[in-house]
């Protein structure tokens, strides 16, 4: 039993160290994709020399960001079967067709376009190569969609149902999967931010570039764009952010409950800022749009969990006696069964449970509340003050007076660049950090969710991709760092 | 449409993405034959840029392989990943040091120094082919795994794992057996000669191009040797099958025109035949195995044995994924016109030593 929690603790920490690493350099592919286009565009509309200059340049750094990306993504699409086995199963006949369609369109659409961008300038017409540089930017953001479909679609199983005979859960409708609200937001919250994140990128090292007195056109422009970029997503940002704790609200009344730190349920639930500070009926409102709304806390969930532990015992048992019938051959019992299963009440009070049956104890369903809490607040309160930044940036800008601007500024748009990379780490703490134990959402905790693999492998291949990827961070950020500061080439 | 139908489709679809990969990795036996074919730095370049244009085509069509093996048979997905652990995650590794070595070998500030990344195009080169071979040679002699799905219904933490391994090695026990070997090997010896002619095909430099054509003379016929050792051995059934057979065949002969023209005609455009004649083969090699019994026999418990018909995903599922895969046509067409666009005029000295823009 010892032996099988470090199993899944391994298997934890082996997910979230790769999607920690490739999170670090896709939000940056995301919106810089569309950057290098916009200013290509220009470049093809006016015929100026520096614009392809700047594009050429920030295509560059694009180039050494994006390679690493691909490299971490790779691991993650099948890690879902080296270390999820049993989720992959259970759930494959839904979460499968969102990662194959990903690779189908959006990944083939990415790799042939961008050696075209990068390879292309004499071997295709301008127009042409626009529309790869378009055909690229387009191609990751579909990639975003159809990987965040399928994690959303973890955090609000619809449009399935469960096949005794089969033993796992079958789609039944794929545009119920597609269009779900939680997919819907998830997708433009997350993209939208990794719009922010590239516009803090490019503000900044222009700001570099200004500070250090070089480059002075180039970093003004591409200053400006990187704001204005950044400064639509970021309400955009907040727009589905707010849209994001709604869905929250609705799916996962629990990480709603730890994002917060609310452990008694209460109507006129307050929102809390930091410890100590909070705005009157604000989560209520926030939640469910109504000031005198009750919202569940911590404490109510788990006393609660029992009843569902109960109820979701129910719904296994059910399916073993299938087995147990199959076993026999009695057919017409698990005729019966199965039609149990399609049960819209039973699907409601006791399949819904089915993760349940699976806990220990009541407490197994709260997830780390500090983590969860704070990571909010790391998110929010850094997304506020790029959102600041972007405004004096532009401000500044106003019929070019850049030159003009405080040293100080300058300082913090270079700054904020790391503070950006946090905040979307951040987000995503939240997000999967707030949902433990699950990784269906009610359906089926991480402890019936691994492989049957034995601890010390999962450990080995820990270590072996930790040190990996950090040796090649480390690359990547240095690489980035000297191409900056050789700045564009004149060739 | 008929379930059976559906799944026998999705296995075709299969086939027909891990014969193109195979294809593909002529980038990974390019990679392995860069200090073999090249005697100086421009050279290198050269080379090492004609193949840094593709290595992202031959990446993507393992994801999408992945992709679409698991919306189509999650129950392989989930048996086979999560049980051959250690070979997986090999694979994993060696793909994850290609996809950077290109963009970082020769950039300032790349940390590990040029050689490093030269060594991960190498251990990738030479390690991609055996182990996808050797791994795909248990389709075909089978694996240590059971699948049970009542475990679902044992909450007891740890008891309700539908797919288990049975060899504490995690897959390397696959090493065990000689046949997994030679198919590993087979397509070591594969992957550098479609790396050979895909340089010969690529590049302007007639040293290059007699080097290359050096090489073939090697890998080839020892591709020839093992995959028939490969063929008898575990396969024999495909040579009393007349569909497949001539299948195989017709893929064979591509492959020797292909050759032919290469070796005697100095033709630089084998490629071509060479490569249609390997889809073909891998084609009907993977075909075979799907629509004949098991494709992943257990060797432990043969009511385990994985077939397209048992381990496939819901027919609404598959029959939306019949949907998306209208569209693949499409994706083929548009990778075509980028690699004529791309590839129209053959790389020179000359360009590596004036253009310094984005070389790898």
């Known amino acids: 039993m010892e032996d099988f929690n470090s199993v899944v603790d391994w298997s934890r920490a082996m997910f979230a160290l790769t999607a920690i690493y490739h ?404 987000g995503w703490v939240v997000a999967e950090v707030g949902r433990q134990p699950w990784t269906i959402q009610g359906l089926l905790p991480t402890v019936a ?30 690489i980035l760092s000297k191409q900056i500061k050789k700045g564009p080439s004149d060739n | 449409m008929e379930y059976t139908f559906l799944q026998q489709y999705w296995w075709a679809i299969i086939s027909l993405l891990g014969a193109l990969l195979v294809f593909l990795m002529f980038v990974q036996g390019g990679q392995s034959l860069i200090g073999y074919v090249s005697k100086n730095d421009t050279e290198r370049t050269m080379i090492v840029n004609v193949l840094g244009r593709k290595w992202e085509l031959t990446f993507t069509t393992l994801v999408t392989f992945g992709g679409a093996f698991f919306a189509s048979f999650p129950l392989f997905y989930s048996t086979s990943f999560g049980g051959a ?31 490093t990344y030269d060594a991960f195009l190498m251990i990738n080169g030479l390690a991609a082919p055996f182990l996808i071979g050797a791994a795909v040679g248990t389709f075909f002699t089978g694996a240590n795994f059971t699948v049970d799905f009542a475990r679902i219904g044992n909450y007891a933490a740890g008891e309700n794992i539908i797919s288990q391994w049975e060899s504490p090695w995690r897959g390397l026990e696959a090493l065990t057996d000689a046949r997994n070997w030679a198919l590993g090997f087979a397509l070591i010896f594969l992957t550098r000669t479609l790396g050979a002619l895909y340089i010969i095909n690529s590049v302007d430099d007639d040293a290059v191009v007699e080097r290359c054509r050096r090489v073939i003379w090697l890998a080839a016929p020892a591709f020839v040797v093992l995959l028939l050792i490969f063929l008898f051995t575990a396969v024999f059934g495909i040579f009393t099958s007349p569909i497949f057979l001539a299948m195989l065949l017709v893929g064979v002969l591509l492959v020797v025109w292909g050759l032919f023209i290469t070796l005697f005609k100095g033709n630089k455009r084998g490629i071509w035949s060479v490569g249609a004649g390997t889809v073909v083969a891998v084609f009907t090699l993977l075909l075979y195995v799907g629509y004949t019994g098991s494709y992943y026999p257990s060797l432990v418990d043969s009511a385990s044995s994985l077939t397209i018909y048992n381990s496939s995903s819901s027919e609404y599922t598959l029959t939306a994924m019949s949907y998306v895969s209208l569209g693949i046509p499409f994706v083929v067409a548009y990778i075509w016109w980028a690699w004529w666009v791309m590839n129209r005029k053959k790389m020179t000295k000359e360009e590596v030593e004036n253009d310094g823009e984005h070389l790898y």
């Open chain 1, 23 to 426: 999170y670090l350099f896709v939000p940056l592919t995301l919106g810089l994709s569309f950057i290098i286009a916009f200013m290509e565009t220009k470049y093809v509309r006016c015929g100026d020399e520096k614009w392809k200059r700047m594009t050429k340049f920030w295509m560059k750094l694009f180039g050494v960001n994006f390679a690493i990306g691909v490299a971490t993504g790779l691991i993650l699409e099948f890690e879902f079967g080296t270390n999820w086995s049993n989720y992959s199963y259970f759930v494959g006949d839904i979460f499968g067709a969102p990662l194959a369609i990903e690779g189908i369109f959006a990944f083939f659409i990415e790799s042939t376009f961008i050696a075209i961008m990068f390879f292309g300038w004499n071997k295709v017409g301008k127009k042409t190569h626009l529309t790869a540089t378009w055909m690229t930017a387009f191609g990751a953001s579909l990639s975003a969609l159809w990987i965040l479909v399928a994690n959303a679609w973890m955090q609000s199983p619809v449009g399935m149902e469960f096949n005794p005979a089969t033993a796992r859960n079958e789609m039944v409708d794929f545009w119920a999967v597609l269009f779900s609200p939680v997919a819907m937001n998830k997708f433009f919250h997350t993209v939208t931010s990794a719009f922010m994140l590239s516009g803090v990128f490019v503000m900044g090292v222009s700001a570099w570039f200004l500070l250090k007195g070089r480059e002075s056109w180039l970093a003004q422009k591409s200053m400006k764009i990187g704001a204005i970029f950044g400064l639509v997503s970021t309400l955009l940002v907040m727009f589905t952010g707010d849209g994001s704790a709604v869905q929250v609200s609705k799916v996962q009344p629990m990480k709603l409950a730890a994002m917060e730190g609310l452990y008694e349920g209460k109507t006129n639930a307050a929102l809390s800022i930091v410890p100590g500070v909070e705005i009157p009926s604000g989560l209520s409102f926030l939640a469910y749009r109504d000031a005198d709304a009750y919202v569940a806390g911590i404490n109510d969930m788990v006393e609660e969990a029992p009843y569902r532990m109960e109820a979701g015992r129910v719904a296994i048992d059910l399916f073993a006696q299938y087995k147990d019938a199959q076993r026999v051959g009695d057919t017409e019992a698990m005729n019966e069964i199965a039609e149990i299963f399609k049960d819209e009440e039973f699907k409601k009070e006791y399949f819904a449970n089915f993760g349940y049956g699976y806990l220990n104890s009541p407490e197994d369903i709260v997830p780390p509340v500090g983590l969860t809490y704070w990571s909010f607040r790391v998110m929010v309160g850094l997304g506020m003050w790029i959102f600041l930044l972007f405004i004096v940036s532009l401000w500044y800008n106003r019929g070019g007076r850049l030159e003009r601007i405080p040293r100080l500024w300058l300082y913090l748009f270079l700054w904020a660049i790391p503070l950006a990379y946090i905040a979307s780490q951040a």
């Open chain 1, 449 to 478: 969710a691994v492989s049957r693999v034995e601890a010390s492998s999962v450990e080995i291949t820990f270590w072996l991709f930790a040190v990996l990827f950090t040796v090649l961070l480390i690359a990547d950020v240095t």
């Open chain 2, 85 to 115: 652990y250690y070979v997986w995650m090999a694979i994993l590794l060696v793909f994850v040091i290609q996809a950077v070595a290109y963009e970082y070998r020769s950039k300032a500030g790349n940390f590990l120094g040029r050689k």
